[in-house]
């Protein structure tokens, strides 16, 4: 049996309209400094003053969320027992207000132990709204909140599905201004998110439609929107199209990509969305080798020719340099800061997390640690995957 997780969603501009007709007493803003800097928190606020709720701000959130921010806004969540969590941010924001919130209603969970096989009888407190800030992470839609152990430098992976948003608010105006770096990582972590979706062990008849449309809007919108951050349009698009990938692989999964990109990104710094898109090309090399991959769909979508998988493949993954190399992103570990002696003395626990990475098992292809090891250094030095 399956089933299809959707938030309510209110999109298009003036969708934070929607926050002037919200019922309750009090709300939890969980955002980071950036964003209350700007003044992105006033939009919100000032629809709140208008539903009449008081509110609180948590801007502590920093990239990357690690489990000590998240306990610390439980703890405050506590204290102010709000009736409405507000995740206003990126995926980290987001991300951060789901795993906040789990443990407001349930103190007594395990973190690291939520899966979506546990029910926890959440919105006995509070609901939750997502309000994303960047076009790219779909967290704003998804089961999911990806969180970082400092102590341990891994990422930590919650999954359930009570923990998609009641509400999710894709109002454009809050990605205007994002700076072209910022668009190009999170456009291609969208365009990851819709590729993985379509492509994995879990894709479905429901998945399929919302990845192959997301893909579309990405290749359409995603270079207007770096090469001028004022196109209103295709910022709406695309902000669009980081939701409905979300709603593609939130009811699916991901896959390879994800493994390795966690992995290495919570190592070496590098933001989630970069460091998951530069391995989707090797992923990709690496897959077609399975004999059950999906990619002349995706070709076909991206308006290439391919007569077969292996075409399709090399075609994609052509398509996929040129975008890097028109967004300024790296195509390699080397050019995203990893030297070879960090590799060597990081592989192990390159690997290591890598494996236990949920979406490692939903690839088509699941590599061994052999696998792994080679996947890292190919992707070191740019070399084509031959194995």
Known sequence: MWQFKSPFITFGQDALDYLDSLRGRHAFIVT???????????????????????YTLFERVEPEPSLQTVRAAAAEMMRVQPDWIIGLGGGSCMDAAKAAWLLYERPDVDLEGVTPMEQFGLRSKARLIAIPTTSGTGSETTLAAVLTDIELHRKVTLGSYELVPDVAIVDPRFVMKLPPSVTADTGMDALTHAIEGY????????????????IRLVLDYLPRAFANGEDAAAREHMHNAATIAGLAFGNSQTGLSHALGHSFGALFKVPHGRAVSLFLPYVIQYEVGSGMSRYTEIAHTMRLHAHDEREAARVVTGRLRELQAKLNLPTTLKQAGATAEQLDEL?????????????????????????LERLFRYAFDGRTIDF
């Not at 800097?37 to 606020?45: H, P, S």
């Not at 492509?199 to 919302?210: A, P, W």
């Not at 192990?348 to 640690?369: F, G, K, T, W, Y």
């Open 347 to 371: 592989m192990p626990r390159l690997i290591a997390n890598a494996e236990m990475d949920s979406q490692l098992v939903m690839n088509m292809r699941v590599p061994d640690a052999q696998d």
């Open 199 to 214: 492509s994995n062990r879990m894709r479905n008849d429901f998945s399929d439609g919302l990845a192959l449309n997301a």
């Open 32 to 54: 980071d400094a950036n964003i209350a800097r700007f003044g992105l928190t006033d939009y919100v606020t000032e629809h709140l003053d208008n539903a009449g709720l008081t």
